[in-house]
C-alpha cells in the first residue's frame, strides 16, 4: 500500500529557512517522479516543484524559484524540500505526491511564516 | 506556463442533477495530460481523472472526463451527496504542471 508521510513543517519568522522531509513506503521510490504541491488557507491547489526519478532534472514554480530547493534520497525513500528566505505568502500546507499527476498524497504538513 | 481557468467559481445544484465542470487551457495542454482531482474540507485531493479522460482506480462511472487541446470537461452524471466538494484540474504536459483555480459544486 502505498504511503507518503510529510514532516518538519512548523512556524516560522519571514526570512528563515525551513526543510520538509516526505518519506515514501509500499512503491519502487526511485521509479517515480515526485512533486511538491502546497495549499494556502482557504485556497486553491498550488504546484511548488518536481524531480525525476533520478534526481537529474528538477523544476520550480516561478514563486519559489531561488528560494526552494528539492531533492531526494532514494536509498531512504525519502523527499525532500529546503525552503529558504520564507515569506508570508509561503503559509499553506505542502503535500508531496507520486508522480507528475497523483493518485497518491500525504496528508500534508503545515508551514506557517509569520513574525 | 500554461494559465488553467474553470468557470464558473461555484456551480449550485441538486442531488441527482447532472454537472458539467470546465477547465480552459491558455495553450494547448500535450498529449492530453490533463487530470481532475476532487478535494474535500481537511483532505488530500483524490485524482478522479487523468489522461483527460482516463477514470482512476476505485472512481464510480458517473465521473466522466473529455475534451483535448485547450478545452476539457469534467462530468457528473447524477450527483450524489458525497459528490459536492471542489474541483481542479492540473495539466502535467508542460512544466511548471499548473492548476486550476477550482469550481466549487455545492447543494442548491
Known amino acids: 500500500q502505498v504511503h507518503l508521510v510529510e514532516s518538519g513543517g512548523g512556524l516560522v519568522k519571514p526570512g528563515e529557512s525551513l526543510r520538509l522531509s516526505c518519506a515514501a513506503s509500499?512503491?519502487?521510490?526511485?521509479?517515480?517522479?515526485m512533486t511538491w504541491i502546497r495549499q494556502a488557507p482557504g485556497k486553491g491547489l498550488e504546484w511548488v516543484s518536481y524531480?525525476?526519478?533520478?534526481?537529474?532534472?528538477?523544476d520550480y514554480a516561478d514563486s519559489v524559484k531561488g528560494r526552494f530547493t528539492i531533492s531526494r534520497d532514494n536509498a531512504k525513500n525519502s523527499l525532500y524540500l529546503q525552503m529558504n528566505n520564507l515569506r508570508a505568502d509561503d503559509t499553506a500546507v505542502y503535500y508531496c505526491?507520486?508522480?507528475?499527476?497523483?493518485?497518491?498524497w500525504g496528508q500534508g504538513t503545515l508551514v506557517t511564516v509569520s513574525s | 506556463e500554461i494559465v488553467l481557468t474553470q468557470p464558473p467559481g461555484t456551480l449550485s445544484l441538486s442531488p441527482g442533477e447532472r454537472a458539467s465542470l470546465s477547465c480552459r487551457a491558455s495553450q494547448s495542454v500535450a498529449s492530453s495530460n490533463l487530470a481532475w482531482y476532487q478535494q474535500k474540507p481537511g483532505q488530500a485531493p483524490r485524482l478522479l481523472i487523468y489522461g483527460a479522460s482516463s477514470r482512476a482506480t476505485d472512481i464510480p462511472d458517473r465521473f466522466s472526463g473529455s475534451g483535448s487541446g485547450t478545452d476539457f470537461t469534467l462530468t457528473i452524471t447524477r450527483l450524489e451527496p458525497e459528490d459536492f466538494a471542489v474541483y481542479y484540474c492540473q495539466q502535467y504536459g508542460s512544466s511548471p504542471f499548473t492548476f486550476g483555480p477550482g469550481t466549487k459544486v455545492d447543494i442548491k
Open positions: 509500499g512503491f519502487d521510490f526511485s521509479d517515480y517522479f
Open positions: 524531480i525525476h526519478s533520478r534526481s537529474s532534472y528538477t
Open positions: 505526491a507520486r508522480g507528475r499527476y497523483s493518485p497518491f
